[in-house]
Nanobody, 125 residues
Framework: QVQLVESGGGLVQAGGSLRLSCAASGRTLSPNAMGWFRQAPGKEREFVAGIRRIDSRTFYSDSVKGRFTVSRDNARNTVYLQMNSLKPEETAVYYC??????????????????WGQGTQVTVSS
């Protein structure tokens, strides 16, 4: 079993930055695939970014490319999401997710085995 705990959310003005963290713990080996998703009220959960453990390959949704950066610290079993130039429409609960399989479709919400509880990000205009 893997537990995921997100942190770093909060209130930021449009154009500002936040860094989210997701710490993984548990008795199993470190997850091989980690993803970040977000869900705004009344909307479906959408993919934001992902990273593969074995080669640190990263994946991004088109809407965040060039503004968000996903990274990981394997020694700390922690994944980060640096978010720059935030927009009000990106207000949402941000979730991290993990999979044992490193070769999943990272954008597919159904491919992950574990989820964190989420952290609120609010971007004011």
């Amino acid at each position: 079993q893997v537990q995921l705990v997100e942190s770093g959310g909060g209130l930021v003005q449009a154009g500002g930055s936040l860094r989210l963290s997701c710490a993984a713990s548990g008795r199993t080996l470190s997850p091989n695939a980690m993803g970040w998703f977000r869900q705004a009220p009344g909307k479906e959960r959408e993919f934001v970014a992902g990273i593969r453990r074995i080669d640190s390959r990263t994946f991004y949704s088109d809407s965040v490319k060039g503004r968000f950066t996903v990274s990981r610290d394997n020694a700390r079993n922690t994944v980060y999401l640096q978010m720059n130039s935030l927009k009000p429409e990106e207000t949402a609960v941000y979730y991290c997710a993990a999979s044992r399989n490193p070769y999943i479709d990272y954008a597919n919400v159904h491919r992950y085995d574990y989820w964190g509880q989420g952290t609120q990000v609010t971007v004011s205009s």
